[in-house]
């Protein structure tokens, strides 16, 4: 079993900088993709981006790309989303998640931390 927690989540400006943060603790927690999720008020979640557990290779929403970059230290079984030039969209709850890399589905989840970015 694996659990997520997020960390991080704040009020801040346009144009200003923020950066989550996802520990997880449980059986072997680096041994798993990950990912940041993000959901809107009165939206359905969205891919924000991922982390693979093998490399460490990333991909990102378009929506992000340039703006936000995904790290991972797996010596402390902890996950970062740094957001750069933050926009008013990007306010949103966002979630980590991980899978079992060889599965499609993300099978764990944290609660989430609000992020609001004011224009």
């Known amino acids: 079993q694996l659990q997520l927690a997020e960390s991080g989540g704040a009020l801040v400006q346009a144009g200003g900088s923020l950066r989550l943060s996802c520990a997880a603790s449980g059986r072997a927690p680096s041994n798993y993709d990950m990912a940041w999720f993000r959901q809107a008020p009165g939206k359905e979640r969205e891919f924000v981006g991922h982390i693979s557990w093998i490399g460490g290779s990333t991909a990102y929403a378009d929506s992000v790309k340039g703006r936000f970059t995904i790290s991972r230290d797996n010596t402390t079984n902890t996950m970062y989303l740094q957001m750069n030039s933050l926009k008013p969209e990007d306010t949103a709850v966002y979630y980590c998640?991980?899978?079992?890399?060889?599965?499609?589905?993300?099978?764990?989840w944290g609660q989430g931390t609000q992020v609001t970015v004011s224009s």
């Open positions: 998640a991980a899978k079992i890399p060889w599965e499609t589905a993300y099978d764990y």
